[in-house]
């Protein structure tokens, strides 16, 4: 059986800057893999190669199907939701319509109500902000928007930017936490790219570490963990 | 009174129209952040084919959808093929793009059916209704016609997954693309969706001001008026402006002496004007903060 997602020789360029230099990893079904990196070492390029926003060489396979070179909104229709850098917030449309806009290639009206709830199951805050525009939402309520929109999708691979970013420590936990569910409850894979490294290495079961565009070292998250050179470097310890 | 309420209906029909082309304006505005000066031109071309279809024995309000649909694939085409190719290179290639349209039409039109005035039916009677003496028959169906046209937009845009999937392509198109969203054919159906409602415009005021290619140039700058007025960030406060500078024009055209009815289009450049200066946002828009 092909793996969930295969990256091989994948290149990327911004403008005539390349940021990947023949990437190749994969992907199996079911588990939490974490990139983990320096700043500018290209994690974010990475999420953004696999769905086609960055010009880019080289392969991608989505169980089997090849994708590299196709448009954005093709890509995602193989399953895959990017909780992108940023949040990507509709800021002018309520929080509900940012959900309902996760579930835009499905045409289960059903099954989209049923994920709704869902969502608001494990987002109460949500629920509580439904109806208000979506750019009024404090920056860990547009963190959770992401990712409920992500999973109104139905996906089979989740890629999220930095979850962490800007929130709160207590926040952060619960928003792993949540993941964590989500990938147990809902069977979705997950790929994670983090600056916290010990919160992505203790939600990942495998880990890879990307160093000026290359993957350098990678095992399973524990192997990783405790490795000398990375717990200098990322772990601070 | 009865001059002011005569005056205030002639305006808000006149303001109906005014409210169409804005919110073809502001949909194509919202979607690119540029003005499409075409619209206007378009919209004329879009009548001589509602002329030409009523000429060869159509019934009116066939001929009336007709030329929408027709104006809508037009205006999906432009898109594709006209405009895409420049999307997003320079605000220069752009604007250029649609002052060629703008040529290209009006040149075209008087090609086609010539630049003599024509004729163009109403499709309401000629006697008031219920013999009131305030409002035109065709006033009040311009009105009508175009509260049901807006109020269809409104409710395709705020009720439908299409409609929100074109609004998110508008807002955020790196996002829309994400949740899938085909954020190019997004865009062509609002060139569609505008070239569509710019027709109804169109085809509203030809029986008042006649047909003829420049017909629309003084509508068009009506029509950017409102829709900075309403506030070009907001499709609703758009339309509100449309209605406010009909009815605006006609009371300063009627109680301003020195003004009348030959100065009345400096009245919508005034107003421009004053909203960029005092208002730039519009009365209903809302402040653009961009980091450049």
Redesign the interface.
């Known amino acids: 059986m092909a793996a969930l997602l295969e990256v091989a020789n994948l290149e990327a360029f911004y403008g005539q800057t390349q940021v990947l230099r023949g990437l190749s990893f994969t992907l199996d079904e079911g588990g939490i893999t974490t990139i983990l990196g320096a700043n500018g070492a290209g994690k974010t390029t990475t999420l953004r190669a696999i ?1 086609g ?1 960055v010009r880019t060489t080289g392969s991608v396979t989505i169980s089997g199907a090849q994708v590299a070179g196709k ?3 093709t890509i ?2 193989h399953g895959i ?2 909780v ?1 850098e940023g949040r ?6 309520s929080t509900e ?1 940012n959900l ?3 579930a ?2 499905r045409g289960d009206a059903a099954g989209v109500a049923e994920d709704l709830g869902r969502v608001f199951e494990y987002f109460p805050r949500l629920k509580e902000r439904r109806a208000q525009q979506a750019g009024t939402l404090s920056g860990g309520e547009q963190q959770m928007l992401a990712v409920g ?1 992500a999973l109104m ?1 139905r996906p089979r691979l989740m890629l999220l930017d930095e979850p962490s970013f800007g929130l709160a420590p207590n926040l952060t936990e619960e928003l792993f936490e949540i993941l964590g569910n989500i990938n147990k409850e809902r069977k979705v894979s997950m790929l994670v790219v983090e600056q916290n490294a010990s919160l992505a290495l203790g939600i990942a079961a495998h880990a890879y570490l990307l160093e000026t565009g290359r993957i350098v070292m990678h095992g399973t998250a524990k192997e990783i963990g405790q490795d000398e050179s990375v717990r200098k470097a990322y772990l601070g310890y | 009174m009865d001059l002011f309420l005569q005056q205030f209906f002639a305006g808000l029909a006149f303001g109906g129209i005014y409210a169409c082309i804005a919110l073809a304006v502001v949909m194509i505005y919202q979607a690119t952040d540029h003005l499409n000066f075409a619209q206007g031109e378009m919209a004329m071309f879009s009548t001589y084919i509602a002329f030409t279809l009523i000429s060869a024995g159509f019934p009116y309000w066939w001929a009336f959808l007709a030329t929408m649909l027709i104006s809508f694939v037009g205006g999906v085409l432009i898109e594709r093929i006209i405009v895409r190719p420049v999307e997003g290179t320079s605000v220069l290639n752009e604007v250029i793009v649609f002052i060629g349209l703008l040529t290209i039409f009006n040149s075209l039109a008087g090609w086609i059916w010539d630049f003599t005035i024509k004729p163009f039916p109403s499709p309401f009677p000629k006697e008031p209704v219920f013999g009131n003496k305030f409002i035109g028959t065709h006033d009040l169906g311009v009105i009508a016609v175009t509260l049901v046209v807006l109020g269809l937009v409104f409710m395709f845009f705020r009720f439908t997954p299409l409609g929100l999937a074109m609004r998110a392509a508008a807002q955020n198109p790196d996002s829309a693309r994400l949740v899938g969203v085909r954020v190019g054919w997004m865009l062509a159906l609002g060139w569609g969706l505008a070239a569509a409602i710019g027709a109804v415009a169109g085809m509203l005021v030809a029986p008042i001001v006649f047909l003829e290619p420049n017909m629309m140039i003084s509508m068009l700058l009506y029509g950017f008026a409102g829709a900075l007025l309403g506030g070009i960030t907001n499709p609703v406060g758009a339309v509100m402006g449309g209605f406010m500078v009909g009815v605006i024009e006609n009371m300063i055209g009627t109680y301003v002496p020195f003004i009348g009815h030959e100065l009345k289009l400096s009245v919508a450049l005034v107003l421009i004007i004053a909203v960029l200066v005092f208002r730039p946002s519009g009365l209903w828009g809302h402040v653009v903060v961009k980091r450049v």
């Open positions: 769905c926003m448009a954005t909104e995602v229709r939701a990017h992108p990507g917030t509709f800021v002018r449309l319509d309902r806009l996760g835009y290639t929109r999708m």
